[in-house]
T-cell receptor, first 110, second 114 residues
Framework: QQPVQSPQAVILREGEDAVINCSSS?????VHWYRQKHGEAPVFLMILLKGGEQKGHDKISASFNEKKQQSSLYLTASQLSYSGTYFCGTEKAAGNKLTFGGGTRVLVKP | NAGVMQNPRHLVRRRGQEARLRCSPM?????VYWYRQLPEEGLKFMVY????????ESGMPKERFSAEFPKEGPSILRIQQVVRGDSAAYFCASSPSTGTGELFFGEGSRLTVL
């Protein structure tokens, strides 16, 4: 079953923060985050394994709440290059297929 | 190290024709995944293959679609008797092994059915 992402879209000014959420109704083994720019391939950002570990990639970080089966992606002090569509992908067990959410479109304006 | 290579990048077919999409995974990667993306939508899983084996095809339509990953050569996604609803971007991704890890995506093949 597809994870649910919210919000569907967000518009930011450069330097502002945003949070993107990803929820699943099923128990998860891992959550992946990818960013896709228009007309390009999705690019990997980070993986979170169950255990609630928080990870970071530049000023983009994420957390995974295993009990709630939710992950959040934090865009801090956003830059113009952060614009794109962010997808979470969930995995029910190690080595399973990755099921992606519907995406969150992020537009960072100067 | 070359990335995941997909070809053709753009393909136009008339209804009823066949479409063949190719994917060469990154060097050393033995796992291939195919995803379909409609405009302004998410990535829908289609099939997961290892060399000469289909591991999970739960996202593949039962008719007209098939996929293979032979011992030698690229993975191929084949769509027979295409219909307008098949128009989409088809992305291939590869990974080096089983277990949780990053997927490396190709640039996609954009199929347009007239």
């Amino acid at each position: 079953q597809q994870p649910v992402q919210s919000p569907q879209a967000v518009i930011l000014r450069e330097g502002e923060d945003a949070v993107i959420n990803c929820s699943s109704s099923k128990a998860l083994y891992s959550v992946h985050w990818y960013r896709q720019k228009h007309g390009e391939a999705p690019v990997f950002l980070m993986i979170l394994l169950k255990g609630g570990e928080q990870k970071g990639h530049d000023k983009i970080s994420a957390s995974f709440n295993e009990k709630k089966q939710q992950s959040s992606l934090y865009l801090t002090a956003s830059q113009l290059s952060y614009s794109g569509t962010y997808f979470c992908g969930t995995e029910k067990a190690a080595g399973n297929k990755l099921t992606f959410g519907g995406g969150t479109r992020v537009l960072v304006k100067p | 190290n070359a990335g995941v290579m997909q070809n053709p990048r753009h393909l136009v077919r008339r209804r009823g024709q066949e479409a063949r999409l190719r994917c060469s995974p990154m060097k050393g990667h033995s796992h291939v995944y195919w995803y379909r993306q409609l405009p302004e939508e998410g990535l829908k899983f289609m099939v997961y293959l290892q060399k000469e084996n289909i591991i999970d095809e739960s996202g593949m339509p039962k008719e007209r679609f098939s996929a293979e990953f032979p011992k030698e050569g690229p993975s191929i996604l084949r769509i027979q008797q295409v219909v307008r609803g098949d128009s989409a971007a088809y992305f291939c991704a590869s990974s080096p092994s089983t277990g949780t890890g990053e997927l490396f995506f190709g640039e996609g093949s954009r199929l347009t059915v007239l």
